[in-house]
């Protein structure tokens, strides 16, 4: 967006003043630099930028100073467009961020090299849009996999403990997969084990299964 007001934040001079020489010549106007998140501030509450770029850890802590920064733009200028650069991923406060709604944007620094790339994800954010790096959408989908207690299971082992969330006896699962009876008790035993689910005197586990079956199909259903 040509002549958009942006504030740049980083601890990094190199970096922010290339930042900021790239966006003066791709059309921005720049109106300010600022190194920690108390002059971030100073600077927004004085110049009124339309988007602020912000490394999400500086000075004194380097931790999350950046982001704390920008949580307070935020609630005191809505409309202020913030994109947070960052040198790791971190689901937490990505997390954390986009949930912040429209103008939003989460980029790691080594997309900044790509020049293209790293301006068409500054107008989209100053636009209102969103970006996520694809290094963060991966680990989102590797920490859901991680925390998925239906990961483990084969697609054939899906498949039974779905028709055992039916209330198909392995007899009626066989018939439907025509697989032996005993193949069933197999797939089901493997199941049980994968899910970590031990006999108990007060737990059935292949109830508990179909709990865990249901609860992760709802998820997916939610996701969609």
Excluded: C
């Amino acid at each position: 967006m040509s002549g958009t007001r942006v504030a740049i934040a980083d601890d990094d001079v190199l970096l922010r003043e290339g930042i900021a020489s790239l966006l003066a010549a791709s059309g921005f106007d720049v109106v300010g630099q600022a190194g920690n998140g108390p002059e971030l501030l100073d600077l927004v509450r004085s110049r009124r930028p339309e988007l602020v770029v912000v490394d999400i850890r500086m000075p004194p802590g380097h931790a999350t100073e950046g982001l704390e920064a920008a949580e307070v733009i935020r609630r005191e200028r809505p409309k202020t467009a913030v994109l947070l650069l960052s040198a790791y991923v971190d689901v937490e406060h990505a997390v954390q961020l986009m949930a912040a709604g429209h103008g939003i944007g989460y980029l790691l620094k080594r997309r900044v090299t790509d020049v293209e790339e790293f301006l068409d994800s500054v107008r989209r954010v100053a636009n209102g849009g969103s970006v996520v790096d694809p290094a963060l959408v991966q680990e989102l989908v590797d920490v859901r996999r991680r925390h998925d207690p239906l990961a483990s299971l084969s697609d054939r082992e899906r498949e039974v403990l779905a028709l055992v969330a039916e209330g198909r006896s392995n007899a009626g699962v066989a018939r439907r997969l025509w697989v032996t009876e005993g193949t069933v008790e197999k797939h089901v035993r493997s199941i049980l084990t994968k899910l970590d689910l031990p006999e108990t005197d007060d737990d059935h586990r292949r109830v508990r299964a179909v709990l865990a079956y249901l609860q992760g199909d709802r998820r997916t259903a939610d996701d969609r």
